[in-house]
């Protein structure tokens, strides 16, 4: 008997799950898929990429003011390790219990007259397989039609409290920066999901932005600041509307809270200082050797005390 018939006997004569094993299950899945056209995807990720939770809250602020509602998800099996980004279990009506699964959410903020339709996809960053999660991210953007992918993130940086917010970017749209005039980011080193977002997706015919804002090595735990300062970008280059009355009572919040931080540390009031001189000279960030040596004498100091 030919040997391809025979194979072709035992594939068939294999179980049904059998068969299908080998074949992954789809990475996403819709709700719906409405009918947008030249949208512009927004994208941020909890974790490395987000110092503050900038990059994150940024998002939802835009996704409550803006009514975006929900159309797919990324699922989480193959991207993520259940160790490090953790299922929550929950009570639910009748004393049920039910798991949430982490996952990356797509929601849609369908636009008002003479505006675009926007994409938002939120989510922690993924610990496992980042080529097939970007390959997923740009299957949710072809979708749904989108031209402009732009991803938002946050760092840790030499910058003090009180000064403007300093925000730069990387786009592989020509010219795109200097009509926003946003500064360019001219950062080499490790990088996250969204670093390597912004190279694969324009690759696969998908123009990305990258817009990154900077928040004090001292910074509380939240940044509404930086998240004011991202949502002020994403206007920009969305051109739609957002009101951010509260965003920025939380900023001015936010700013007074480490006013009383730096006030009721004399070992952070000195770093600061000696912050603030420095960007009187060298402009509004220092150069990483000049982190490097304030924090060893910032700790020096603090260990003396």
Same mark, same amino acid.
């Given at each position: 008997?030919?040997?391809?018939?025979?194979? *072709?006997?035992?594939?068939?004569?294999?179980?049904? #799950?059998?068969?299908?094993?080998?074949?992954?299950?789809?990475?996403?899945?819709?709700?719906?898929?409405?009918?947008?056209?030249?949208?512009?995807?927004?994208?941020?990720?909890? %974790?490395? @990429?987000?110092?503050? +939770?900038?990059?994150?809250?940024?998002?939802?602020?835009? #996704?409550?003011?803006? *009514?975006?509602?929900?159309?797919?998800?990324?699922?989480?099996?193959?991207?993520?390790?259940? /160790?490090?980004?953790?299922?929550?279990?929950?009570?639910?009506?009748?004393?049920?219990?039910?798991?949430?699964?982490?996952? /990356?959410?797509?929601?849609?903020?369908?636009?008002?007259?003479?505006?675009?339709?926007?994409?938002?996809?939120?989510?922690?960053?993924?610990?496992?397989?980042?080529?097939?999660?970007?390959?997923?991210?740009?299957?949710?953007?072809?979708?749904? @039609?989108?031209?402009?992918?732009?991803?938002? %993130?946050?760092?840790?940086?030499?910058? /003090?409290? %009180?000064?403007?917010?300093?925000? @730069?970017?990387?786009?592989?749209?020509?010219?795109? $920066?200097?009509? $926003?005039?946003?500064?360019?980011?001219?950062?080499?080193?490790?990088?996250?999901?969204?670093?390597?977002?912004?190279?694969?997706?324009? *690759? #696969? *015919?998908?123009?990305?932005?990258?817009?990154?804002?900077?928040?004090?090595?001292?910074?509380?735990?939240?940044?509404?600041?930086?998240?004011?300062?991202?949502?002020?970008?994403?206007?920009?280059?969305?051109?739609?509307?957002?009101?951010?009355?509260?965003?920025?009572?939380?900023?001015?919040?936010?700013?007074?809270?480490?006013?009383?931080?730096?006030?009721?540390?004399?070992?952070?009031?000195?770093?600061?200082?000696?912050?603030?001189?420095?960007?009187?000279?060298?402009?509004? +960030?220092?150069? #990483?050797?000049?982190?490097?040596?304030?924090?060893?004498?910032?700790?020096? @100091?603090?260990?003396?005390?």
């Amino acid at each position: 008997m030919d040997e391809r018939r025979i194979a *072709g006997q035992r594939r068939r004569s294999l179980p049904l #799950a059998w068969r299908r094993a080998d074949r992954r299950p789809a990475a996403v899945r819709y709700l719906r898929r409405p009918a947008l056209d030249r949208s512009i995807v927004l994208a941020a990720f909890e %974790g490395w @990429n987000d110092a503050g +939770e900038a990059a994150s809250s940024a998002l939802g602020y835009l #996704a409550r003011s803006w *009514g975006a509602s929900a159309v797919a998800e990324i699922d989480a099996e193959e991207f993520f390790d259940f /160790t490090e980004v953790r299922p929550e279990v929950a009570i639910v009506d009748g004393g049920a219990r039910e798991i949430a699964w982490p996952s /990356t959410s797509v929601s849609v903020a369908l636009s008002p007259p003479g505006e675009r339709d926007v994409v938002l996809v939120r989510g922690h960053e993924p610990q496992l397989h980042w080529r097939g999660y970007c390959a997923a991210v740009a299957e949710v953007a072809k979708a749904l @039609n989108a031209e402009h992918v732009v991803t938002l %993130g946050a760092y840790l940086s030499e910058v /003090t409290h %009180g000064r403007p917010v300093p925000v @730069n970017a990387v786009s592989s749209h020509r010219g795109l $920066l200097d009509r $926003l005039d946003i500064a360019p980011s001219h950062y080499e080193g490790p990088t996250g999901i969204v670093g390597v977002l912004g190279l694969a997706l324009p *690759g #696969a *015919g998908i123009p990305t932005t990258s817009v990154w804002a900077s928040v004090p090595c001292y910074s509380l735990p939240v940044s509404a600041k930086a998240t004011l300062a991202l949502v002020r970008v994403v206007t920009r280059i969305t051109g739609r509307t957002v009101d951010t009355t509260e965003l920025e009572e939380q900023a001015a919040e936010y700013e007074r809270h480490m006013d009383e931080l730096v006030r009721e540390d004399e070992g952070v009031a000195a770093y600061v200082a000696r912050l603030e001189e420095m960007q009187e000279v060298v402009g509004s +960030e220092l150069s #990483a050797e000049g982190l490097a040596e304030e924090i060893e004498r910032f700790l020096r @100091n603090k260990r003396r005390s």
